[in-house]
């Protein structure tokens, strides 16, 4: 799992504390905000940058949900609690 990765649990969480009527976050709003994230990076090649890619080996290793949105799993925020105290 690299710093992208890590990038779209969060904007899954930051959303949920955002906007948390809604709690789930739509793809197309996720693809969104990847990319306006990201748009600076001049790290970042094409081949890194495949978002949906990236949601799917987040979702088959079980760190995202897809329930009417994307959500994060309870692996997934340990993963990302571990990920920030680590930065």
């Given at each position: 799992?690299?710093?992208?990765?890590?990038l779209?649990?969060?904007?899954?969480?930051n959303?949920k504390?955002?906007?948390p009527?809604?709690k789930?976050?739509r793809?197309?709003?996720?693809?969104?905000?990847?990319?306006?994230?990201?748009?600076s990076d001049?790290?970042?090649?094409?081949?890194?940058?495949?978002?949906g890619?990236?949601?799917t080996k987040?979702?088959?290793?079980?760190?995202?949900?897809?329930?009417?949105?994307?959500g994060?799993?309870?692996?997934?925020?340990?993963?990302?609690?571990?990920?920030v105290?680590?930065?």
């Open positions: 799992m690299d710093r992208y990765d890590s779209i649990l969060e904007i899954i969480q959303y504390q955002e906007s009527e809604r789930k976050i793809l197309r709003k996720l693809e969104k905000l990847f990319w306006e994230a990201v748009e001049s790290e970042l090649s094409i081949g890194q940058g495949r978002v890619e990236r949601i987040l979702y088959v290793n079980g760190l995202i949900e897809n329930k009417n949105g994307y994060l799993t309870r692996k997934g925020r340990v993963q990302l609690s571990v990920l105290e680590e930065e």
